[in-house]
């Protein structure tokens, strides 16, 4: 894993994505070389997220950045809100394909990806992108 920022278009599914996807949610990341991992302070992690982040590494106060690429229920947290996001995941001969409409926005965004999660992800980033 390399610290180099990459475009995420072209990112597969990996820490490196997950990585760009816990940044547009606005977390404070921190990359640690000698495992090659990223991590987020404990208490940035929204509340709904706290299940799919990973406590078990051993620096006090920072735990690591969800599998949102790679785990479907971490995925499915970037769409379940509070806030009107409407979505529709259907499976393809070539693999999944989203319409999802973020926070009660108007805009439709798409997205075709090989996973659940992954497409989700691509959907995310695309919407965060829009709106920036």
Not at 60 to 77: E, F, I, K, R, T
Not at 99 to 124: D, M, N, P, Q, W
Request: with cysteine; charged share 25%.
């Amino acid at each position: 894993m390399s610290e180099v920022k990459q475009d995420w278009r072209t990112l597969p599914a990996g820490r490196a994505l997950d990585r760009v996807i816990a940044e547009r949610l606005g977390l404070d990341i921190r990359y640690v070389p000698k495992v090659e991992e990223y991590l987020v302070r404990e208490d940035e992690i929204p509340s709904f997220l706290h299940e799919y982040a990973d406590y078990d590494y051993p620096q006090p106060g920072w735990c690591l950045v969800p599998y949102y690429s790679m785990d479907a229920n971490a995925a499915l947290s970037l769409l379940d809100d509070d806030e009107g996001t409407e979505y529709m995941l259907r499976k393809l001969n070539t693999g999944w394909h989203i319409h999802a409409y973020f926070k009660g926005s108007s805009t439709k965004t798409t997205a075709t990806a090989e996973t659940i999660a992954l497409v989700i992800c691509r959907a995310f980033l695309t919407w965060t992108e829009g709106a920036k």
